[in-house]
């Protein structure tokens, strides 16, 4: 692979909220290490000028992947915040938080409201995703996740972004996982850590025990790796700054600095 056909590397957001800085800061220290891209979470744009944000990313070399965005009461995506995403680049939206999945009904009735979603953000050209936890991944009756099933029931349209340390938190083989879903996973949230215990801090990508290599191997179909880590018991912008040399080493991520 050449670094135009790598997916490239972004971190979402949520991973810095305790950072003390906001996206205007945020951005060029990403931008320093390597990063091409970050992920938005819901209301970072709120009160800020497009432009300006416009501004910081392209003076960073850097873009909008995606962005968080979880779904109002009515199943739908707030507009005021569509606008404000698609101001500053934004096209692939992912609902942050799959409900639980036990059996074939809950399946039917997410498969139902994701349904609406993606009808409204395919109106205004955006395309709509999914993230998951650890919780999707427990088998039905059949002995296949919850997620599977689900993905079944969505339009080919709806991509995957999908979380590999939650996967494997849930008991799935990660790998294994992102294959099967195919031609629909065009986002990874590549984290690391114990994977035993869904409260236990995470660690910089390659210090943990996930096989991150076989994971990028996995599915050609990926345009972007994106680093995300909940809780961290070291400094989080080392973390993130270790995560990206070390996806540098693998050569598996654009590296826009080769």
């Known amino acids: 692979m050449t670094d135009a056909t790598r997916p490239r590397s972004g971190v979402q ?20 290490m390597g990063y091409e891209g970050v992920e938005l979470y819901g209301g970072q744009l709120t009160g800020l000028d497009p432009a300006e944000v416009l501004d910081v990313l392209a003076e960073a070399g850097m873009t909008v992947s995606s962005a968080h965005v979880g779904l109002g009461p009515d199943g739908t995506v707030d507009e005021a915040e569509l606008d404000r995403l698609q101001a500053v680049g934004v096209d692939t939206v992912i609902n942050p938080m799959i409900p639980e999945l036990p059996d074939p009904g809950a399946v039917a009735a997410t498969a139902e409201q994701f349904a609406a979603a993606a009808a409204q953000l395919r109106h205004r050209g955006v395309t709509f995703g999914c993230h998951n936890h650890f919780w999707e991944l427990k088998p039905l009756d059949d002995g296949r996740p919850g997620l599977l099933h689900l993905y079944e029931q969505l339009d080919p349209a709806v991509v995957a972004e999908v979380d590999v340390y939650w996967a494997q938190v849930g008991g ?49 179909a990926v345009e972007w790796h994106l680093v995300e880590l909940d809780r961290c018991a070291t400094d989080m912008y080392e973390a993130v700054a270790e995560s990206r040399k070390y996806l540098a080493t693998l050569g598996l991520t654009a590296d826009r600095s080769s």
């Open 13 to 32: 957001l949520y991973t810095l909220r305790d950072a003390g800085d906001d996206l205007l800061t945020m951005v060029p220290k990403l931008g320093a």
């Open 172 to 220: 799935a083989d990660a790998a294994a996982l992102v294959a099967e879903l195919g031609d629909r996973v065009r986002l990874l949230h590549v984290k690391d850590g114990p994977a035993d215990d869904p409260g236990a801090p995470m660690v910089a990508v390659g210090a943990g025990v996930v096989d991150i290599p076989a994971i990028l191997r996995a599915n050609p």
